[in-house]
């Protein structure tokens, strides 16, 4: 199982909105409602920021906010701020128990 | 308040074994899932696999599979990844996390992770 594409980088500034992209196949992102997203600090364990491709965790801003379009899911932070700026992982259901990330994204805040 | 805390950072000899834990409290641990996530130095998030302490039903992501087990005393409220022979490929930071329903990878709980450093 190869992991899902995600770009490595993406950048704005402060108040505009950003998507990260998250790539698989009929086999994963395609094949199940089932996507989640990832905020990861460094040095800290992911956090939980929308789960089943759209769903909010209480206590995630709404800026956040996710979807899917055939086997590729995204991510939307609308009004960026700079305790945006980590890394995020896309995850998707793969079958048979079996869970896949994405290789990260790092977010940047010009 | 939901907690899985994993036991502490460890420092091996290649060709050494190890257990590490992640203890679960404040919810019915036979009741969820336990995932675990290798974060090699660096790198990103890889899937290692699954248990049900409830009836200790596991499952392994084929990259991992023979290299790792996974196991649970649900007696003690503790999930184990164990290796028998360690290689420094496994340095890596390992997470545990909590999985409400199996065919969503919704983590809402993570252990602080155990730092694992296979060094000659």
């Known amino acids: 199982q190869s992991a899902l594409t995600q770009p490595r980088a993406v950048s704005g500034s402060p108040g505009q909105s950003v998507t990260i992209s998250c790539t698989g196949t009929?086999?994963?992102?395609?094949?199940?409602?089932?996507v989640s997203w990832y905020q990861q600090h460094p040095g800290k364990a992911p956090k939980l920021m929308i789960y089943?491709?759209?769903k909010r965790p209480s206590g995630v801003p709404d800026r956040f906010s996710g979807s899917k379009s055939g086997n590729t899911a995204s991510l939307t932070i609308s009004g960026l701020q700079a305790e945006d700026e980590t890394d995020y992982y896309c995850c998707s259901y793969a079958g048979t128990y079996n869970v896949i990330f994405g290789g990260g994204t790092k977010v940047t805040v010009l | 308040e939901v907690q899985l805390v994993q036991s502490g950072a460890e420092v091996k000899k290649p060709g050494e074994s190890l257990k590490i834990s992640c203890k679960g409290s404040?919810?019915?641990?036979?009741?969820?899932?336990i995932d675990w996530v290798r974060q090699m130095p660096g790198k990103g998030l890889e899937w290692m696999g699954i248990i049900y302490p409830g009836d200790s039903d596991t499952r392994y992501s084929p990259s991992f599979q023979g290299q790792v087990t996974i196991s649970v005393d649900k007696s003690i409220n503790t999930a184990y990844l164990q290796w028998n022979s360690l290689e420094a490929s496994d340095t890596a930071m390992y997470y545990c996390a909590r999985r409400t329903v199996v065919q969503s990878p919704a983590f809402h709980f993570w252990g602080q992770g155990t730092m694992v450093t296979v060094s000659s």
């Open positions: 009929a086999s994963d992102v395609g094949g199940y409602n089932y």
């Open positions: 404040g919810y019915s641990f036979t009741s969820y899932w």
């Open positions: 089943d491709v759209t």
